[in-house]
C-alpha cells in the first residue's frame, strides 16, 4: 500500500463537498454514532483525562470543535450526568448541514449548540475549561490546523484534547472490511478518504507548535494533548 507511505492531504471527502447527496449524509451522520463508539475511544479518554477536572458542585465548562452529528459532546453530556458531575458542553461546527442535523434531535440536557467557527469564540472572549474535537485535524490545511490550536490555546482554560485517526497500513484494510456493512452514506468511501488524510504520530509532532503533546491511543489513533 505504497499510497499510504504519504498524507494525502488533496483528496476530499465526499461529505465535505457541498453538492453531495443530502439523504446520504444524513445517514452518515446517523451512523456515526455507532462507528465512533467503536473506534474512537473517547469513553477511555472521558473516563482518565476529562472526569478527573469534572466536580460535583462547580459546573465545568466543555467546548466540541466541528462537532458533526453531535454524538461525541451529547455522549459527554450524558456521561456527566449520570457521575452526577456539573458538566455544560457547547457543541460548534460551522456547516449548516451539520448544524441542522444537530437541531432535529431531541435535547440533551447540560447540551447547546451553535453555527460558529473557533475564532468567532475567540473574538467574543469566550473561555471554557475543556476543549475537544474528534476526526477534524485531518481536514485541515496547514493554516486551518494552526489556527484551530492557537484558538484552542485562547479558549481553553485548563485542558484541550483533540482526537484523530493515525494512518497505518493495518487500519486501512481493516476498516475497509468492517464498513462494508454500512450502505447509502459515506461511512466507508469517507473514512477510507480521513484515512488517506491523518497523519502518522511523527507527522504530526512535527507540524504542531511548542506546548503539544502527540500521543498515541488503540486502535490506530493520535491524541493532541495541550494542559494551560
Known sequence: ??????????????????????????????????????????????????RPVLSTSRTTTLLDVGSGAGDIPRAFARW?????LALQVTAIDPDERADAYLRSLPPVPGL?????????LVAEGARYDVVTSNHL???????????LLADSEALAGRLALHSD??????????FSVATL??????????????????????????????????????PFRNLLVHRA
Open 1 to 50: 500500500m505504497d499510497f499510504l507511505a504519504r498524507r494525502d492531504e488533496h483528496v476530499l471527502e465526499q461529505m465535505d463537498r457541498p453538492d453531495c447527496d443530502p439523504a446520504r449524509l444524513a445517514n452518515t451522520y446517523r451512523q456515526f454514532r455507532l462507528v465512533n463508539a467503536v473506534v474512537s475511544g473517547w469513553r477511555r479518554t472521558w473516563v482518565s483525562r476529562i
Open 80 to 84: 456527566a450526568a449520570r457521575d452526577g
Open 112 to 120: 447547546t449548540h451553535r453555527r460558529a467557527h473557533t475564532a468567532d
Open 137 to 147: 485535524l485531518h481536514h485541515l490545511d496547514a493554516a486551518q490546523l494552526g489556527g
Open 165 to 174: 485517526i493515525a494512518r497505518t497500513r493495518l487500519g486501512y484494510p481493516l
Open 181 to 218: 456493512p454500512f450502505r447509502d452514506s459515506f461511512i466507508r468511501e469517507d473514512g477510507l478518504t480521513s484515512i488517506r488524510r491523518s497523519y502518522r504520530p511523527a507527522e504530526l509532532r512535527a507540524v504542531v507548535p511548542d506546548g503539544w503533546r502527540v500521543e498515541t491511543q488503540t
